[in-house]
């Protein structure tokens, strides 16, 4: 019998997609889903009467999912958000840019107590990161999902959505910090660079703390393809920009694979650092060697901490508007020095 | 400060807060606001401010007063609300601060004095505080920030602006036919002109007494000049001292006036930054005497010591004469981190705001008694 698969669940687009929001690895599991046959049933199959004395059969319900810990979902995420304030950092960048390295080799760095300002406080998504250190976890070949998922279950394939770190800071006295980074396929960067339309998915940039651009330094070293990593990072400023990325959010360009060249990268990058102030974002640009491949010459893990840094540095302080005293007569003097320090 | 409910909101929603959200939580805002007029209760408001500003966890716990009013009302609208704090601090934090800010934008005559009550606090709450980290927290809280400024420049502004004492009504040619009916009108119309007259001259008074204060340069509770004080001490006396000359809500040349008379003939080396550990050991008494409360504020500093942490911490070391271990129970208690740098206006200006908040919250509570 032919029929067609639809869900009740707000943005889910399993129909497209094939990928059940919710996570389950068989739709048919998923309390939102429904397949509706395209002949209609007899009538009578809907209304069998039950015997009186017949025990119902056991309802197939959706129980408690234990968390995986490979990765988290939306609504995961948001339960942690509401308990604490969470640093929502998405890592944008072409494919093979180098996020996923950077964010294994900051937990590597994290759990081996080589983080000078912080300590490894806890991880929701521990596995997750110890998969991905060990190249467990790809994406899936074939076509990737479009949407972040709501809840993550054992044994589903890397499907974009957020990886969590908890370090203590220890330059404040008992200060947790919670953060949140987005694991996304490079081809969600390529695509809103391509495409204004898939913005969309990109909508929880408006709370994001700090964005980070990888840029891959190996091309940006080389003269041939430069001027095309350049150009991809400047289209990804702009569109940040038309997808609704607020000014005051921190932008971090961050230039990978520092260990495969023999200079410093830095002054490649001036024109993108100028076309974000143009934009109204203060860029910082980092050189990083999440896993270097000459210690020797440029450590593991190099500007890794620096970019925790950058993105947990106090916002610049809004200062207190002035209290502009109109009292007039001879006070009104005082109102000239403000707020002194 | 409803109209910021989504964006606010986005602190606990890593993505948009969907629109039944919003909904939901504006109308929470709404009744919470009406309750904390009605109740028009210092210690009610004093507890949502510290929630706002400084969050709950870690401070209220799940069965608190403030966290069970918080819960039951978002409840109201969302049956499937985590009562556990563990689960919703965040969230809890921005519905305590979204009613805070739509109290600060409130301009009803009514209730302008719960408003006046709750910028200072709010000042004061951030005064000697950093913003946190938090990019949109941070945000939040610096938006409170200057709604509270701005209220309390309103009212400031307001209370000391000068008019002519109007004799009209003396001077009106209606003149009753008998005595009584006279002396009636006339009461009526001699105390309002004699009301008028005492609030004006309140105004000469706070000008003259406070460009006096500074031109004397003398604190009257410790018995010296303030240059001669040690500027740790100073800050407090002519904080403390200042606060109680001002009309209130005080008016930013006030703030000032305080600066001033900490920092005025001091060198660099007096008036460099210091932690409250190494200021605390140089107060010596002196600044204690300026700061523990009178007998009827004393509850309401313990009850609120991140609101008031100087006359809390004054308070405390005489209450057990001292220890050296005193930062970890001043932070705990007052979320300010005992190690963090302070100016010395800074320093001045809390003790100032402390004051004026405790002035202006024993108005509310004589306003009680009197009910």
């Known amino acids: 019998m032919s029929g067609s698969a639809s869900c009740s669940k707000a943005d889910c687009t399993i129909a497209a997609t094939g990928k059940c929001l919710e996570a389950h690895p068989d739709p048919q599991e998923c309390p939102f889903f429904a397949t509706t046959s395209a002949e209609p049933e007899p009538a009578v199959a809907l209304v069998t009467p039950i015997e009186p004395d017949q025990p119902d059969e056991p309802t197939p319900s959706a129980g408690r999912v234990f968390h995986a810990g490979m990765e988290l979902g939306f609504e995961d995420a948001i339960s942690l958000s509401r308990a604490k304030y969470v640093h929502l950092v998405p890592v944008l960048g072409a494919t093979d840019a180098g996020k996923t390295c950077v964010l294994v080799s900051l937990y590597l760095l994290a759990v081996n107590r080589m983080l000078a300002r912080f300590r490894f406080a806890g991880s929701q998504t521990l596995l997750g990161f110890e998969h991905r250190a060990r190249g467990l976890r790809k994406w899936p070949s074939g076509e990737l999902p479009d949407q972040f998922v709501d809840h993550t279950i054992l044994g589903e394939d890397r499907v974009p959505s957020f990886v969590h770190l908890a370090f203590d800071d220890l330059s404040r006295k008992t200060h947790r910090r919670e953060f949140l980074f987005t694991d996304l396929p490079g081809e969600w960067t390529t695509d809103l660079i391509n495409r204004l339309e898939t913005a969309k998915r990109f909508s929880f940039l408006a709370r994001a703390d700090a964005v980070v651009v990888a840029i891959d330094g190996k091309r940006l070293a080389d003269p041939e393809t430069r001027q095309q990593e350049v150009m991809q990072a400047e289209h990804l400023i702009q569109r940040l920009k038309q997808t609704g990325m607020p000014v005051h959010c921190k932008a971090i360009l961050v230039i990978s694979k520092r260990d495969e060249s023999e200079i410093s990268l830095l002054p490649y990058v001036e024109s993108i650092r100028n076309l974000a102030s143009e934009l109204g974002f203060a860029l910082n640009a980092i050189e990083t060697a999440a896993i270097s491949r000459d210690p020797n010459r440029i450590p593991n893990g190099l500007g890794i901490e620096e970019l925790l840094q950058t993105i947990v540095a106090a916002p610049e302080s809004v200062a207190q508007q002035s209290r502009g005293d109109k009292s007039g007569r001879a006070m009104s003097r005082f109102t000239k020095s403000g707020r002194s320090k | ?371």
């Open chain 2, 1 to 371: 400060m409803l109209e910021k409910s989504f964006e606010w909101l986005r602190v606990a929603y890593p993505n948009d807060p969907s629109s039944e959200i919003v909904i939901f939580r504006k109308a929470t805002v709404g009744r919470l606001l009406t309750k904390l007029i009605e109740s028009a209760d210092e210690d009610v408001v004093a507890n949502f401010a510290v929630a706002a500003i400084l969050g709950i966890s870690g401070r209220f716990k799940n069965d608190s007063s403030t966290v069970k009013m918080l819960v039951d009302e978002i409840r109201a609208d969302q049956a499937a609300f985590p009562a556990d704090t563990e689960e919703n601090a965040i969230e809890l934090q921005v519905i305590a601060a979204l009613v805070i800010g739509e109290l600060l934008s409130q301009t009803k005559a009514a209730q302008v004095e719960l408003r006046d009550l709750v910028s200072v606090m709010v000042v004061l709450l951030l005064e000697s505080r950093p913003l946190p980290e938090g990019q949109h927290l941070a945000s939040m809280l610096s938006e409170l920030q200057g709604l509270a400024a701005k209220a309390i420049d309103k009212s400031a502004s307001k209370a000391r602006r000068r008019s002519a004492i109007s004799v009209d009504a003396i001077d009106s040619e209606d003149v009753p036919a008998d005595l009584a009916a006279m002396w009636e009108v006339f009461q009526q119309t001699i105390s309002e002109v004699i009301s008028q007259a005492e609030r004006e001259a309140a105004k000469d008074r706070e000008e003259l007494e406070l460009l006096w204060c500074l031109f004397n340069g003398f604190s009257e509770t410790l018995g010296a000049p303030f240059s001669e004080l040690p500027t740790e001490v100073a800050a407090i006396a002519s904080g403390r001292e200042l606060a109680g000359i001002a009309i209130l809500p005080p008016s930013s040349a006030v703030v000032a006036m305080v600066v001033d008379a900490t920092t005025r003939q001091r060198k660099a080396a007096q008036l460099a930054d210091s932690t409250l550990e190494q200021i605390l050991p140089k107060w010596k008494g002196d600044a204690s005497r300026c700061l523990v409360p009178t007998a009827d504020a004393l509850d309401f500093v313990k009850s609120h010591p991140a609101l008031f942490p100087l006359s809390w911490i004054a308070l405390r070391l005489r209450e057990i004469g001292g220890t050296p271990k005193w930062t970890d129970e001043f932070g705990t208690h007052t979320s300010i981190d005992g190690k963090l740098p302070l100016s010395k206006a800074q320093l001045a200006r809390q003790a100032f705001f402390e004051h004026c908040c405790l002035r202006m919250a024993l108005a509310f509570m004589t306003e009680d008694d009197d009910e």
